[in-house]
């Protein structure tokens, strides 16, 4: 049950670089089609694009890389308890929805929008893709909070069938970057659920790029990524 926060950020860097070449390439593709238009032209025949499409099909490769994050996720998870594949399931079709939304929605309107103000302010591709870039949250960081999301997700379906008495720990990288709260939580653990519920009001991690999560203690918490002897001496 090793920790894998590693290879999750790992993915989520893939992710964010399918999801920039993919903008890359819709955009070229939309300048080849405007060349030469009026920015009044060029709104006419972009208009007819189905654009959320295009970026749908380019990023499909980048959402079965986030499949695999999950499962991974999942594979290393330890608890006691059960949650049926159909909940899993449904947990990772609403994660995949609201990714979608950054990730082709917006990102759709986005292109579209900036593309139509660069060709009619006679920006090069590379000004476009920049004011784009402007606008747009970092995709790196999307992802890896969006398996924080998920993980909080299901650690609190599997608490709520645990015994209150169960432990805890709170595990994940405890470095530079780590937050006040997380070392809080670091320090709190082995805690029981209903010590953890009494604290800090649920089983959530920091939520936004967040890269630690709440699991049910093993009879090895080192192997679970859990660094108590770290917090100790620092």
């Not at 999801?19 to 025949?45: F, M, R, Y």
């Not at 759709?108 to 920049?130: D, H, R, Y």
């Not at 320090?187 to 709440?214: L, Q, V, Y």
Request: with cysteine; net charge negative; hydrophobic share 40%.
């Amino acid at each position: 049950m090793p920790d894998i926060s590693s290879e999750l950020d790992r993915i989520a860097e893939i992710i964010a670089t399918k999801s920039n070449k993919a903008v890359e390439e819709v955009v070229n593709t939309l300048i080849e089609l405007t060349q030469g238009k009026t920015g009044e032209e060029a709104l006419e025949i972009l208009s007819g694009i189905n654009l959320k499409y295009a970026m749908e099909s380019k990023m499909a490769g980048a959402f079965a890389l986030y499949d695999q994050g999950i499962a991974s996720m999942l594979d290393n998870m330890y608890t006691t308890t059960f949650i049926s594949e159909i909940k899993l399931r449904l947990l990772l079709d609403n994660s995949k929805r609201i990714l979608s939304s950054e990730f082709v929605d917006k990102m759709s309107a986005n292109i579209l929008q900036k593309s139509i103000t660069g060709i009619s302010s006679k920006l090069t591709v590379s000004e476009i893709l920049e004011s784009i870039k402007d606008v747009t949250p970092e995709m790196e960081t999307q992802v890896v909070t969006a398996f924080g999301q998920y993980s909080n997700a299901v650690a609190n379906l599997l608490a709520e069938t645990l015994p209150d008495d169960t432990k805890f720990i709170y595990i994940g990288a405890y470095d530079s970057k780590t937050r006040p709260k997380c070392e809080q939580k670091i320090g709190f653990s082995p805690a029981t659920k209903s010590d953890i519920i009494g604290r800090f009001g649920d089983f959530n991690n920091e939520i936004w790029n967040c890269r630690h999560r709440w699991e049910q203690i093993s009879s090895s918490p080192k192997d679970q990524g859990f660094q108590e002897e770290k917090f100790v001496s620092a």
